[in-house]
């Protein structure tokens, strides 16, 4: 196990806190991030259905594949009676659902009754919390009032302990070795996927005493005109002389993850992108200046937006997010997010992606950075140089 079992217990009487706070009787987890955090399991198992029953009291009770339940003790902190398969011939069949079964099991441990006097909280905005799973719940047990959970766990990891803060940093470290990989890979010449796969080999290698671990998302290479949209991936194509190319990636540790962005300009960069690339960096100077415990989320944004205003720039989107654990398809933990809206204040060991991603006609400029809110100030995880990077001149 990664942590001890102090930790785990800390975790969930969090989660029951705000379970009790937003009157739940038991809560359903279903996101592999949340159930991760709460038991220790890890396992690709997630593609189907799987949950953690926490109870307002009482032990909590993983049920995955039968399968992936018989190795489930080999990273979860949760006794054998706590870990419960679902037959096989329930998996990826029409007519019924694994949580039929699941919803049966919980009527035979007698933990149906014990729910049934308040609201059971669920995940109703999870990746892997289909419709289906849901209809299977609400007809199999029938005692129990659904609601929403708004990200109950999700929230409770927001805050970080030292440990994890540990394993944030040797993240950071892989995510580092990744970025020089991809800065001496990509070259006039080279295929966009060679890039890919040199990217990903670096992640999954690490570096010393920071294994790496499967990324929660790929690298991703918007290039040339197409630097303008975010988030694509890549092709067989060849980066040519004069392409911008945005290179946002993760290095992730034992499923803790530390994003980092930068661009690389093959060749001499044009006015306006050496303009932007100014702006931006300013701006994320602004964000990080501004980041320490007590203070607002929405003021980050806020020294954003005027640095932006400066160079005559906007951007409507959010500028960062927080991170900690993450599966695919996405190493955000869907809480916190930096933009004018955001009503959060910041707290100590809250770790954030910061990026300055700006998409422009036709060409746009990525700067990021993985921080974490330190008891004075900020604390930088990544560490790059924090510039328009140029190759070929």
């Known amino acids: 196990m990664l942590f001890t079992d102090e930790e785990y217990r800390a ?14 009787s038991a809560l359903i987890v279903t996101d592999p991030a949340n159930i991760y955090y709460l038991t220790g399991y890890n396992a690709w198992s997630f593609y189907t259905p799987q949950l953690v029953f926490v109870p307002a009291d009482g032990p909590m ?28 011939h329930y998996v990826h069949r029409p007519t019924v659902h694994p949580f039929d079964w699941v919803a049966a099991a919980l009527r035979e441990r007698g933990l149906v009754a014990a729910a049934a006097g308040g609201c059971v909280g669920l995940e109703m905005d999870a990746h892997f919390f289909s419709p289906k799973a849901y209809r299977s719940l609400v007809h199999s047990l029938p005692e129990w009032t ?21 394993l944030m940093r040797k993240a950071a470290r892989v995510c580092g070795g990744a970025m020089e990989t991809a800065v001496e890979t990509i070259g006039v010449g080279v295929r966009q996927c060679d890039a890919a796969a040199a990217i ?20 991703m290479l918007p290039t040339g005109e197409a630097a303008d949209t975010p988030h694509l991936t890549w092709s067989d194509s060849r980066f040519e002389e004069g392409q911008a190319v945005v290179v946002e990636l993760a290095g992730a540790h034992r499923r803790y993850h530390a994003p980092l962005a930068r661009t690389v300009m093959l060749g001499k960069p044009s006015q306006r992108l050496s303009t932007l690339a100014g702006a931006v960096a300013e701006g994320i100077e602004a964000v990080l200046d501004s980041v320490r415990p007590g203070t607002p989320v929405r003021d980050l944004a806020r020294a954003w937006n005027d640095s932006l205003a400066r160079h005559g720039l906007e951007k409507p989107s959010r500028i960062g997010y927080s991170i900690g654990v993450g599966f695919p398809p996405d190493w955000g933990e869907r809480t916190v997010s930096i933009r004018s809206e955001d009503e959060t204040v910041l707290a100590e060991n809250m770790t954030f992606h910061v990026i300055g991603g700006m998409w422009m006609d036709h060409y746009g400029y990525e700067l990021s950075e993985s921080i974490r809110v330190a008891p004075d100030g900020v604390e930088v995880l990544t560490g790059f140089p924090r510039e328009l990077i140029q190759k070929g001149l």
């Open 11 to 24: 975790r969930l009487a969090a989660a029951r806190k705000r379970m009790a706070r937003q009157g739940l």
């Open 61 to 88: 009770v993983l049920f995955t594949r039968a399968m992936d339940a018989g190795g489930a003790f080999r990273t979860s902190w949760l006794p054998p009676e706590s870990i419960v398969g679902y037959p096989e």
């Open 146 to 166: 659904f609601v929403d959970s708004f990200e109950l766990v999700n929230w409770v990891r927001s805050v970080k302990s030292a440990a994890e803060l540990e």
């Open 200 to 219: 990903s080999h670096s992640q999954i290698t690490g570096a010393e005493e920071a294994d790496g671990d499967y990324p929660a998302i790929v690298p």
